[in-house]
């Protein structure tokens, strides 16, 4: 779900932010809510696209990331980035770091399974498509 994402960012991201980047309190939510619906829409592009290549590459965490999980992890920074600076009034200097502390909290998200078990961890990440999809659709 989108609620968890966010609940996920608020707890690991934003202490972050309001000590290393000195982003103001005021826009913290906003800046979540932005990283939030960049996250949905990359990532719903990447399965609509059938582009998965990418999406199993960084939900596996492989050191080895393909060139549409690049593209993927690019999309996103891009995203985030322009929609901070757009949206929240964030310079590219403060919209870059944030997109970079950012990306690692939003790929964990999907690499956790939602119940834990042995069978959601499979070595491509393959198995939790089905479970990523439900999060988001």
């Known amino acids: 779900m989108l609620s968890q994402l966010l609940g996920g960012l608020k707890n ?5 932010l309001t000590k290393d980047a000195n982003v103001e309190e005021n ?3 906003d800046i979540v809510s932005v990283i939030g619906d960049v996250a949905k829409k990359e990532v719903g592009k990447e399965m609509a696209g ?3 290549s990418g ?3 960084l939900i596996s965490g492989s050191s080895s990331a393909s060139s549409s999980s690049s593209s993927l992890k690019d999309n996103l920074t891009s995203g985030i980035v322009s929609g901070l ?14 997109a970079g502390k950012a990306i690692p ?4 998200f999907f690499s956790k399974s939602d119940d834990n078990s ?14 990523l999809a439900g999060k988001f659709f």
Do not use: C, R, W, Y
């Not at 949206?87 to 870059?96: H, M």
């Not at 909290?105 to 964990?108: D, K, P, R």
């Not at 499979?122 to 089905?130: H, I, V």
């Open 12 to 16: 690991e991201l934003v202490p972050t």
């Open 50 to 52: 059938n582009s998965l």
């Open 55 to 57: 999406l199993t590459s």
């Open 85 to 98: 600076m757009s949206k929240v009034g964030i310079t590219n200097s403060t919209a870059q770091m944030i």
């Open 105 to 108: 909290v939003v790929m964990s």
């Open 27 to 29: 826009k913290l939510d």
């Open 118 to 131: 042995d069978d959601d961890k499979s070595d491509d990440g393959g198995s939790m498509l089905g479970d």
